[in-house]
């Protein structure tokens, strides 16, 4: 089993930064991306930003050149650096891990989500 735990959310104020952390525990055979989604009341879960297998990074178009994320593989943690927030960044965020098991098997792992709010 994997499991993940976020931590890092908060309350602040647009303009301001926070920084997400997720620790990743268990057996992975293959990893094949680290990644961050989020999800706004009454929307989808969308991608935010992920790191592929190879080190390629995606970024959603709505956070570029304002959120970076990195990973540290001798922690097993990925990160999210969040600056210049908005308002609509407001959303609850959850780090996802996608791996194949020794069969190759597809998994989708996820964390308990930790809350980001952006207000004046």
């Known amino acids: 089993q994997v499991q993940l735990v976020e931590s890092g959310g908060g309350l602040v104020q647009p303009g301001e930064s926070l920084r997400l952390s997720c620790a990743v525990s268990?057996?992975?055979?293959?990893?094949?991306?680290m990644g961050w989604y989020r999800q706004a009341p009454g929307k989808e879960r969308d991608l935010v930003a992920a790191?592929?297998?190879?080190?390629?990074?995606n970024y959603a178009d709505s956070v570029k050149d304002r959120f970076t994320i990195s990973r540290d593989n001798a922690k097993n943690a990925v990160y999210l650096q969040m600056n210049s927030l908005k308002i609509e960044d407001t959303a609850v965020y959850y780090c996802?891990?996608?791996?194949?098991?020794?069969?190759?098997?597809?998994?989708?792992?996820w964390g308990q989500g930790t809350q980001v709010t952006v207000s004046s």
């Open positions: 996802n891990v996608r791996h194949l098991d020794g069969l190759g098997r597809a998994f989708d792992d």
């Open positions: 268990g057996n992975i055979f293959r990893l094949l991306t």
């Open positions: 790191i592929i297998s190879g080190g390629r990074i």
